[in-house]
C-alpha cells in the first residue's frame, strides 16, 4: 500500500486504519517486517478518537460467559438487563441497545418528525455532518444548521430560527443537540442553558433530541449525575462504544410508548441481532464502571493542551478543554494537517485533522499520561523541524 493513501486517510478523522497502514518509527528495536499485526496496533499511540478502545479483559470475560437469547423474541438476559440498567441510570422508563449511535439518533429523529420539516442543530453536528444524511433519507427531513460559538447554542438563537407558522414555510419538527460536542473540541452545555433551550421548545409544542454520544464526559465535566444533566431531553442517545470502551453499541432512552416504536424502526433498519447479549455483556461494565475513570482522560486532555500551548506555531486555550476532545489549530507551523499527521504516524502517533488547519486529538482508555508526553514530544520535534 503506498504512503500516499496512508496519509489521505490520515487526514480524515474518523477512519480506521488497516494494520498495514500504521507507519512504524525506524528506530525501534525490532524491524517492522518481524512484529505481528496486532504488535503494530498495540505500539502506535492512537488518539484519533475514542472509538479505538479496545474492550477490557473483564469485559472480554463478561462476553464469552454471558447468558444469551434471541432479542428479536425479546428473550436476551443480557440485552434485558442492560436495557433496564441503562433506563434506571438516567431516569427513564425504558431503553434500546442499538448496533450504533447513529442508529439511535436517525430513530430518535424518524420517531419525532415528519417528513418535509426542518431540524435545528449545530452546523458542525454529528447528525448533520457524519450520518450520510439519513436524516433526509429515512426522515424526509433537512437540517436547518446554526453555528454556535464553541458548538454550543442558545435560546435566544434557536428561537430566531424556528419557522414561522405560515402553511407556505417547511416547519420547524425537532431540535438536536450534541453533548459534548465533538467538532468543536468536546465541549459541554451548562446544565442552565440547555434546561432553558428544553423548556421554552416544550412550551411551543418542539421536542428536544440529545445527541449523548459522549454525554457520560460532559456529565463528569459538570460533577453531576448523567440523570440530571439529561432530564429535559425527550430522548437520549448515548454510545457505550466510545469513551466507555466497550466494543460495540449505543442506546437510546424514551418514554416506554417511544421506545416501543424506536424497537420497531431497529428492526425496519436490519438492527435486530439476536444473541447479542455477548456485546451487551460489555456494555454492562461500560456503563457501570467505566464513567468512574474518564476523569482521568479529561486530565489527561489538559496536560496535552497545556503542553500544546507552549508549541510556537499551534493555537489552543486549555481552558476550553473541557473533556477528553481537543481541537487546535497548526497553522502557525508552516505545515497542513495532512502532512502534520503523517509525520506524527512516523513516529508511531496517531492522530487526524478536521480540516486543513485544525487537528483533533482525543484521549481514552488506551493512552496514559506517559503516552500523552511522549505524543508532546513527538509534537515538538515536527514543529521544530
Ligand atoms: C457526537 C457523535 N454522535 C454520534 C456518533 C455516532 O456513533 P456511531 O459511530 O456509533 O454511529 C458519533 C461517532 O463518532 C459522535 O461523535
Same mark, same amino acid.
Given at each position: ?168 414555510? &417547511?416547519?420547524? =419538527? !425537532? +431540535?438536536? /443537540? #450534541? ?100 456485546? &451487551?455483556?460489555? =456494555? !454492562? +461494565?461500560? /456503563? #457501570? ?97
Amino acid at each position: 500500500m503506498p504512503m500516499r493513501v496512508v496519509i489521505e486517510q490520515l487526514n480524515y478523522p474518523f477512519t480506521r486504519l488497516p494494520n498495514y497502514q500504521i507507519v512504524m518509527n525506524p528506530k525501534l528495536a525490532q524491524p517492522e517486517a518481524s512484529l505481528t499485526s496486532k504488535q503494530k496496533i498495540e505500539r502506535a499511540l492512537d488518539f484519533r478518537s475514542d472509538t479505538v478502545t479496545r474492550p477490557t479483559p473483564e469485559m472480554r470475560r463478561a462476553m464469552a460467559e454471558a447468558e444469551v437469547g434471541d432479542d428479536v423474541y425479546g428473550e436476551d438476559p443480557t440485552i434485558n438487563q442492560l436495557e433496564e440498567r441503562a433506563a434506571k441510570t438516567f431516569g427513564r422508563e425504558a431503553s434500546i441497545f442499538l448496533p450504533s449511535g447513529t442508529m439511535g439518533n436517525q430513530i430518535a429523529i424518524k420517531i419525532h418528525t415528519h417528513h418535509g420539516q426542518e431540524i435545528i442543530c449545530e452546523e458542525r453536528g454529528h447528525i448533520f455532518n457524519y450520518e450520510m444524511a439519513t436524516l433526509a433519507s429515512f426522515s424526509g427531513c433537512i437540517v436547518r444548521p446554526i453555528y454556535g460559538e464553541d458548538g454550543m447554542l442558545t435560546w435566544p438563537e434557536i428561537k430566531k430560527r424556528i419557522a414561522p407558522g405560515i402553511y407556505y414555510k &417547511a416547519q420547524t =419538527g !425537532l +431540535i438536536s /443537540l #450534541e453533548n459534548t460536542h465533538n467538532m468543536a473540541g468536546g465541549t459541554v452545555y451548562s446544565q442552565d442553558v440547555a434546561d432553558e433551550i428544553c423548556d421554552q421548545a416544550h412550551e411551543i409544542g418542539l421536542p428536544v433530541h440529545l445527541d449523548g454520544a459522549r454525554v457520560f464526559n460532559a456529565a463528569v465535566a459538570l460533577g453531576r449525575p448523567v440523570a440530571q444533566v439529561t432530564k429535559k431531553f425527550d430522548s437520549v442517545m448515548f454510545c457505550l462504544s466510545k469513551g466507555l470502551g466497550a466494543p460495540v453499541g449505543s442506546m437510546l432512552l424514551g418514554s416506554k410508548a417511544f421506545i416501543e416504536k424506536a424497537r420497531i424502526y431497529r428492526k425496519a433498519l436490519g438492527g435486530g441481532m439476536r444473541q447479542a447479549g455477548v456485546l &451487551a455483556a460489555a =456494555g !454492562l +461494565i461500560a /456503563l #457501570e464502571k467505566m464513567p468512574l475513570r474518564l476523569k482521568e482522560d479529561h486530565e489527561n486532555a489538559q496536560i496535552l493542551a497545556r503542553g500544546l500551548e507552549q508549541i510556537p506555531g499551534i493555537k489552543i486555550d486549555p481552558r476550553k478543554v473541557a473533556t477528553n476532545i481537543l481541537v487546535f489549530n497548526i497553522s502557525g507551523t508552516g505545515m497542513n494537517t495532512a502532512d502534520f499527521s503523517r509525520k506524527l504516524a512516523e513516529r508511531n502517533v496517531l492522530a487526524a485533522g478536521i480540516d486543513p488547519e485544525n487537528m483533533r486529538f482525543v484521549t481514552h482508555m488506551d493512552v496514559s499520561r506517559e503516552d500523552c508526553e511522549v505524543a508532546l514530544s513527538a509534537i515538538q520535534e515536527i514543529c521544530r523541524k
